[in-house]
């Protein structure tokens, strides 16, 4: 796994990231070891939504397939429903009414959503395992849980 720094300039607001970039090597391995099909189809949907700064729509990656190969809508919810599935994609709501992807990566990673505008963004390394633990501790009903997503809802830079 390699890492990249990317600096973003959008309007007056400058955001500094940090995102991981899989080989495609890396990639195939992930798919397999979820137990699944390995197609070229999947591979190509795990390989967009991996090399996006900011969780993707669906709408986003059926615009983004179709430059690159004749992939149908159905076919792309599909594999996104089966990665998801497998426990290779984070399924992300933001209250937009629609579902975002990201790979799910094991890393603390949560966003923090602009309530006003389209704008999102992923901050890293912020872990909220302690809050889980005590939420677990403090559950009637819980033994374990398995995986969590958090947001924050906002206003960003330019709305604010
Ligand atoms: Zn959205
Ligand atoms: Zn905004």
Same mark, same amino acid.
């Given at each position: 796994?390699?890492?990249?720094?990317?600096?973003?300039?959008?309007?007056?607001?400058?955001? %500094?990231?940090?995102?991981?970039?899989? +080989?495609?090597?890396?990639?195939?391995?992930?798919?397999?070891?979820?137990?699944?099909?390995?197609?070229?189809?999947?591979?190509?949907?795990?390989?967009?939504?991996?090399?996006? !700064?900011?969780?993707?729509?669906?709408?986003?990656?059926?615009?983004?397939?179709?430059? !690159?190969?004749?992939?149908?809508?159905?076919?792309?919810?599909?594999?996104?429903? +089966?990665?998801?599935?497998?426990?290779?994609?984070?399924?992300?709501?933001?209250?937009?009414?629609?579902?975002?992807?990201?790979? @799910?990566?094991?890393?603390? +990673?949560?966003?923090?959503? %602009?309530?006003?505008?389209?704008?999102? @963004?992923?901050? @890293?390394?912020?872990?909220?395992?302690?809050?889980?633990?005590?939420?677990?501790?403090?559950?009637?009903?819980?033994?374990?849980?398995?995986?969590?997503?958090?947001?924050?809802?906002?206003?960003?830079?330019?709305?604010?």
């Amino acid at each position: 796994m390699q890492n990249a720094n990317y600096l973003q300039y959008t309007g007056d607001v400058l955001r %500094c990231g940090y995102m991981a970039l899989y +080989s495609k090597d890396e990639l195939i391995d992930m798919i397999k070891e979820g137990g699944l099909r390995l197609t070229d189809h999947r591979l190509l949907v795990l390989e967009i939504v991996s090399k996006q !700064k900011h969780p993707i729509t669906v709408y986003e990656l059926v615009d983004l397939l179709r430059k !690159k190969e004749n992939i149908d809508q159905a076919t792309v919810y599909r594999n996104l429903a +089966s990665l998801h599935e497998a426990g290779l994609l984070r399924r992300l709501d933001f209250n937009h009414g629609h579902a975002h992807y990201e790979l @799910e990566t094991g890393r603390a +990673s949560h966003s923090i959503v %602009c309530s006003n505008c389209e704008t999102i @963004e992923k901050v @890293e390394g912020i872990s909220i395992d302690d809050v889980v633990k005590k939420m677990l501790k403090k559950s009637k009903k819980f033994k374990e849980t398995r995986t969590h997503s958090m947001e924050l809802y906002g206003l960003c830079r330019s709305c604010a």
